[in-house]
């Protein structure tokens, strides 16, 4: 049974770093991609980017200036951060698997930018 | 990058009601679109992809059709698990891109 479980902050500050990490179990990691993905009621499902077992990645240009997707294969973890963040990047974030369509996600976590 | 339109926005519905949902992109994707349900306070589900193809455990009422720029979900009877909102995803090219959701609520 795979499963994705998801933590990370909840509430930041303008300017802050925001740092997710997703936790993939019951599937072998290098055999996919892992994305991450945000949704907010103002701009909708967003994809942010992914990354492979080797560490390869691929970015939203509307992001990619300011994320990093990251990859522990030793604990079969990946992580998101995205600098300077403004309320704008508020949403509820989401780790899944695939590289373009997504079969398996996280439980979803609130991340709120508020002063 | 590549605009998915849905349609209707919101849907209204009675159990056992044949359903369905049009998604348009803004340019020729082939048959490379994936569909999900989502329910409140919780992540979407994967129901199908290559625009046709049906997902492993999705019930055989919900199909997919289309190509190139047009597309349509059917729910055949919509059952009461089924009030949801639903969305169309591109893989055709960088960024993927969603649709902006249909909600099929109870009538």
């Known amino acids: 049974q795979v499963q994705l479980q998801q933590w990370g902050a909840g509430l930041l500050q303008p300017s802050e770093t925001l740092s997710l990490t997703c936790a993939v179990y019951?599937?072998?990691?290098?055999?996919?991609?892992w994305t991450w993905i945000r949704q907010s009621p103002g701009t909708g499902l967003e994809w942010i980017g992914e990354i492979n077992h080797g560490g390869s990645t691929n970015y939203n240009p509307s992001l990619k200036s300011r994320v990093t997707i990251s990859v522990d294969t030793s604990k079969n973890q990946f992580s998101l951060k995205v600098n300077s963040v403004t309320a704008a990047d508020t949403a509820v974030y989401y780790c899944?698997?695939?590289?373009?369509?997504?079969?398996?996600w996280g439980q979803g976590n609130l991340v709120t930018v508020s002063s | 990058d590549i605009q998915m339109t849905q349609s209707p926005s919101t849907l209204s519905a009675s159990v056992g009601d044949r359903v369905t949902i049009t998604c348009r992109a803004s340019q020729t994707i082939s048959s490379w679109l994936a569909w999900y349900q989502q329910k409140p306070g919780k992540a979407p589900r994967f129901l199908i992809y290559?625009?046709?193809s049906l997902e492993s455990g999705v019930p055989s009422r919900f199909s997919g059709s289309g190509s190139g720029t047009e597309f349509t979900l059917t729910i055949s009877s919509l059952q009461p698990d089924d009030f949801a909102t639903y969305y169309c995803q591109q893989y055709n090219s960088y960024p993927l891109t969603f649709g902006g959701g249909t909600k099929v609520e109870i009538k």
């Open positions: 019951g599937e072998t990691f290098s055999n996919h991609s």
């Open positions: 290559e625009a046709s």
């Open positions: 899944a698997r695939g590289r373009v369509a997504f079969d398996y």
